[in-house]
């Protein structure tokens, strides 16, 4: 009941995105209503269409633009008549740096009826965060050819991490597993046996921050590999992960099918002290596009990480209340087209129940 108000962004995107965005923002007005803030929307076509029409990836002053609200809500960027790679950095990644938002929230949590592809697993066991660095190491961009086209040519990309860098995010990894509350656990996803100098620096800034400031926190240590493995056979062993960039976003999508996939999995790329940006991890999914087919709640989920992140913690929680009843009570799957409900259905139970 904060009587507040926020100015978002929004950036409905390419493919699905416009779909599930119009559901969240549905969702968004209800728990506005009901908890007494306001939201005032205001959105952009940044995306594939637009880039097509006029050559541009986006506006020369597009993220001074977006610095000027409270938050941004986005769909998804990925056009099929677009080269790879185009969007995804022009767009996704250019904001992410630009607002530096250095961490990427990715909550893995299974719903109550959610089917997940692990055998004997429950919402009870699959239920942490993982914190992915989100502007450094090898989406730094730094690299190059040489001799491009010959038999000899070479291609480099690097890792680069700074110090600064990794602490800030080990803090914020710190901060959020105290802050949540639950084992009070916090695990390092690294590689020290083969990248002997990017994670040599992540670990021992680990250890030299936790062994200072966080003796509250247990910490411990998986090599990725053996991440994705206990990911699988023992999920429950996690409270929060925290990883470089690169692995980050590949666990992630691990993560998220064990949660029941693209439908429903949601995350933010945070700036703790700037304008941090909300979407689900999933793609454009092109092929579902405009047949109201597409699941709508890791749109609405990531509305509700930006609500917790706004500070409306009482109108997050009844978001998520609400996902779970829809989940648990009334749909069949989530995968497109096999919901029991289109995409406009969905978003209305769900703000129904808000
Ligand atoms: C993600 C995506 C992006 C990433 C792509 C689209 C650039 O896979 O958000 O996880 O690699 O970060
Ligand atoms: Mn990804």
């Avoid at 190059?144 to 291609?155: R, S």
């Avoid at 910490?219 to 925290?242: G, L, Q, S």
């Avoid at 497109?336 to 409900?341: C, H, I, S, T, W």
Wanted: proline share 4%; hydrophobic share 35%.
């Amino acid at each position: 009941m904060s009587g507040k108000s926020y100015k978002i962004a929004v950036l409905p995107g390419d493919g699905t995105g416009p779909e599930v965005v119009v559901e969240g923002l549905k969702v968004l007005k209800a728990s506005a209503n009901k908890f007494n803030f306001t939201m005032d929307f205001t959105e952009y076509d940044w995306g594939g269409d637009r880039y097509l029409a006029t050559g541009e990836v986006l506006p020369e002053d597009a993220s001074e633009t977006l610095k000027q609200y409270d938050s941004v809500y986005l769909g998804a960027i990925g056009h099929p008549d677009v080269k790879p790679g185009i969007l995804e950095k022009g767009i996704l990644l250019k904001l992410r740096f630009d607002l530096d938002q250095y961490i990427n929230l990715r909550p893995v949590k299974l719903y109550p009826g959610v089917d997940t592809p692990l055998k004997d697993k429950g919402p009870e066991d699959i239920d942490y965060v993982v914190v992915r660095e989100n502007t450094g190491g090898l989406y730094t961009g730094i690299g190059g050819f040489t001799m491009k086209g010959t038999a000899d040519e070479v291609a480099v990309q690097s890792m680069v991490y700074n110090r600064a860098q990794v602490e800030r995010c080990i803090r914020y990894a710190f901060e959020y597993t105290r802050k949540r509350g639950k084992k009070n656990t916090l695990a390092l996803s690294g590689k020290t046996n083969v990248l002997t100098y990017v994670y040599d620096l992540w670990e021992r800034v680990f250890n030299e921050v936790g062994e200072a400031d966080y003796p509250d926190i247990t910490r411990e240590y998986y090599h990725v590999d053996a991440t994705c493995m206990w990911m699988v056979k023992n999920p429950e062993w996690f409270d929060v992960i925290v990883t470089g960039n690169m692995f980050g976003d590949i666990i992630t999508d691990l993560g998220a099918i064990t949660q029941g996939g693209m439908g429903i999995a949601a995350g933010g790329n945070i700036n703790p002290n700037g304008v941090s940006m909300f979407e689900p991890i999933g793609g454009s999914a092109p092929k579902y596009t405009g047949k109201n087919v597409i699941n709508p709640l890791a749109a609405i989920a990531s509305g509700q990480m930006m609500l917790d992140h706004l500070g409306e913690t009482e109108a997050a929680a009844a978001i998520e209340k609400a996902i779970i009843h829809v989940t648990g009570q009334k749909m069949k799957s989530m995968g497109a087209g096999k919901m029991g409900y289109s995409t406009t259905e969905v978003g209305d139970l769900v703000a129904e129940h808000v």
